[in-house]
């Protein structure tokens, strides 16, 4: 069985794409602060037809990741909250204590997990039809390795602590 596929609409090289698997792993090790634009660029650098569902694929997970961060953040109470984000996620609560954050945490990591996937499925055949007819995707690992060393200055120094902190995490 052989799948016919046509050239990229764009000229090869014309913007500097990368492998979806990188921009995958920058949303595990980095955070969606740098992955959702990133995905967005390389959906142009790889000449994606289909941009209405890439910005409906974001605009839909930013909204869940909103919904869950608020969520989470209602349920603590306000003599609880630590102005550190490693403090509030990783303070024990007291054995009699019973909290439903740490769950709604869990729902949002796997919220923004599958957005990212979905991302990533989006541009996997694209990328690899691009390579095929010429195009060079770019080595963008040291981006990624980077976004690790600035992460915590990001999320913990340059914008202040709050759900928004969980939404881009």
Do not use: C
Not at 74 to 85: H, I, T, V
């Amino acid at each position: 069985m052989s799948t016919q596929h046509d050239p990229p609409s764009g000229p090869a090289g014309a913007l500097p794409a990368t492998r979806p698997e990188v921009v995958l792993a920058a949303s595990m090790f980095v955070g969606v602060w740098l992955a959702w634009p990133w995905f967005a660029f390389n959906a142009f650098a790889l000449g994606l037809e289909d941009k209405a569902q890439l910005a409906k694929r974001l605009m839909v997970g930013f909204a869940g990741s909103s919904a869950l961060a608020i969520l989470a953040f209602s349920l603590l109470e306000p003599e609880s909250f630590d102005a550190s984000l490693l403090g509030l996620l990783f303070d024990d609560p007291e054995p009699d204590d019973f909290s439903f954050f740490p769950y709604v945490v869990i729902a949002l990591v796997g919220w923004k997990a599958l957005t990212a996937y979905r991302l990533y499925e989006d541009q996997r055949l694209r990328a690899e039809v691009y390579e095929y007819y010429g195009g060079t995707l770019r080595n963008s690992v040291p981006l990624v390795v980077g976004g690790v060393m600035i992460r915590s200055w990001v999320l913990l120094q340059l914008l202040p602590v709050g759900w928004w902190t969980l939404v881009i995490a």
